[in-house]
């Protein structure tokens, strides 16, 4: 990767492309509270079941997920190889786009729904989500691999080959006309006879060679990909060795568990509280997604000074946003619960900097599996938590425990994470050889992050 090609040129434009898939993807996912109490009126179901709805769209659904996935790891492992120095700023900026999406969503949605109902709003929004082809054009991989580089010489070379024809069926024809004797036309069919069976016979050869070729070639692929899933497992147990990967996974998933559940609940929370009889005109989740946004860049240029830690800022991040959750219940006006939305929307902007800390933990050959890792756990909370909310509400019709289920758990991921990547931990020798790896927490030395 040569340096000069780092922090600008092409990576601002792959940049502004990350921002506006991160927008146009997870837009609606994040602004599913306003959706929500639409659903309760559509399935006269309990909250519990009801959350499933919104939870599997971000955790792990089948379709809309499964492009979602694809969107935020392509578009932030693409912006990790392009900056360096500025990459907390560029992973800043690429992660705000689901905020402002959350932002622009979660009020275009709510007028939608009146104009057009539901079923409409949902079929406008998949219309926009089309746009991720053209955001997908820009995304050129800064070293192109290897096959399309030998595809690309042997086209400037012309090394087409060329294919064997057959002699077509007029060249053993006489013209009634000729003058040629008959003798001599019977010699000219043999002859001519004899040539095509002689050919015949080699493109039998050639195509039982290329036939023994095939199966030859798929079995020297089926071997290549077996070694290529060993190596990738093997690969996959190292990384999961590391302390401090395995604690940064159970705080995301805490984190996640927590954390997501009031992006859902917290429109339906100001209601069931008599606080507002409505949505307003600027729900509660836009207002944590703007100031999801301000954090998302506060928090990604915080990690490029040199003297900080991210680990540690991630996790007082998690301390933050457990306070909130836990502060929520107690809150008895609207006013509160907008400035409470406001503080955790700023603080779960604490997502910019994943694929930052996962790359300092295990390096940026490995960053795809590793966030890949991260993400499973990330999802997996997602999904657990807001149905989690809604039971307990189904059981105490009330809020209270819920939040103070979530707050207990981000709180409890914060307090994992801050212990096991204290720089007293020991660890393998091996992690100390790499350079690109910069939370080894060794005893002797503390662990950095430039």
Request: hydrophobic share 50%; charged share 15%; net charge positive.
């Amino acid at each position: 990767m040569a340096s000069k090609a780092l922090d600008g040129g092409w990576g601002w434009a792959i940049v502004v492309a990350s921002f506006l898939a991160q927008l146009l993807a997870y837009g609606s996912p994040q602004s599913v509270g306003v959706l929500y109490p639409e659903w309760l009126h559509a399935f006269q179901e309990g909250k519990g079941m009801t959350a499933w709805v919104g939870s599997l769209v971000a955790g792990v659904g089948l379709i809309a997920s499964l492009g979602c996935g694809l969107v935020y790891a392509a578009t932030l492992t693409i912006t990790c190889q392009y900056f360096d120095k500025r990459r907390g700023l560029a992973l800043g900026i690429v992660t705000t786009g689901t905020s402002v999406g959350a932002f622009i969503y979660a009020t275009a949605q709510n007028e939608l729904i009146v104009l057009y109902g539901l079923d409409g709003c949902l079929l406008i929004i998949g219309a926009l989500a089309l746009n991720l082809m053209a955001c997908a054009g820009f995304m050129r991989p800064l070293n192109m691999p290897g096959y399309y580089l030998k595809q690309k010489a042997a086209l400037e070379r012309n090394t087409k080959e060329q294919l064997f024809e057959k002699p077509q069926l007029d060249d053993l024809k006489i013209r009634a006309g000729s003058t040629t004797s008959t003798q001599e036309k019977s010699l000219m069919v043999k002859e001519l006879l004899i040539t095509i069976d002689g050919k015949d016979s080699s493109i039998q050869v050639e195509k039982k060679r290329s036939s023994l070729l095939a199966r030859l070639g798929i079995m020297k692929v089926i071997k290549k990909k077996k070694q290529a899933y060993s190596k990738y497992m093997q690969s996959m147990y190292e990384i999961l060795q590391n302390q401090a990967m395995v604690a940064f996974c159970i705080a995301v998933f805490l984190f996640s568990l927590g954390a997501f559940p009031p992006v859902l609940f917290i429109e339906d929370v100001a209601q069931s509280q008599g606080l507002i009889e409505e949505v307003s005109v600027i729900p509660l989740v836009s207002i944590g997604a703007i100031a999801a946004c301000v954090g998302k860049l506060v928090l990604g240029m915080m990690v490029d000074i040199r003297w900080i830690n991210s680990i540690y800022l991630y996790a007082f991040t998690m301390f933050a946003g457990g306070t909130v959750l836990l502060l929520i219940p107690i809150t008895k006006s609207y006013m509160g619960l907008q400035i409470l939305s406001a503080i955790l929307g700023f603080f779960s902007g604490n997502w910019s900097i994943t694929s930052y800390i996962t790359t300092k933990i295990v390096g940026l050959d490995r960053l795809t599996q590793a966030h890949g890792i991260v993400m499973f756990f990330g999802g997996f909370g997602i999904m657990l938590g807001p149905p989690v909310v809604g039971w307990f509400f189904d059981w105490t019709q009330s809020y209270d425990m819920a939040f103070y289920f979530s707050g207990s758990c981000v709180l409890l991921g914060a307090l994992v994470l801050s212990v096991l990547t204290l720089p007293c931990w020991k660890t393998k020798p091996s992690d100390n050889d790499r350079p690109d790896v910069q939370y080894t927490s060794n005893c002797d030395k503390v662990a950095s992050v430039a």
